[in-house]
């Protein structure tokens, strides 16, 4: 079983920055494309970004394309998400997620971190 652990949330002003990252158990992390989603309190899931298995492919949402970047170090078994000029709309609870088969909003995904707090204040 692979086990995820996000870190890196807290509170920040609007315009600020954070990075996330994600740790994870798996001795070759390279076998996991992996991605970032968010949850925000009586919202569904919504897909942030998802790179590829050796990070040479990534996909943004909308509501974050030009603000975050996502990349890992599979040395380090670690993915990271860079978010910057955030927003109050940004505020959510933040999940990594790995899968086996794609790093999309409609991949499915094997294993679920539990989720890192960030929250931006006006």
């Known amino acids: 079983q692979v086990q995820l652990v996000a870190s890196g949330g807290g509170l920040v002003q609007a315009g600020g920055s954070l990075r996330l990252s994600c740790a994870a158990s798996?001795?070759?992390?390279?076998?996991?494309?992996m991605a970032w989603f968010r949850q925000a309190p009586g919202k569904g899931s919504e897909f942030i970004a998802g790179?590829?298995?050796?990070?040479?492919?990534?996909v943004y949402a909308d509501s974050v394309k030009g603000r975050c970047t996502i990349s890992r170090d599979n040395a380090k078994n670690t993915v990271y998400l860079q978010m910057n000029s955030l927003k109050p709309e940004d505020t959510a609870v933040y999940y990594c997620a790995a899968s086996l088969v794609g790093y999309h909003l409609n991949t499915k995904y094997d294993y679920w971190g539990q989720g890192t707090q960030v929250t931006v204040s006006s």
């Open positions: 798996a001795r070759t992390l390279s076998t996991y494309a």
């Open positions: 790179i590829s298995w050796s990070g040479g492919s990534t």
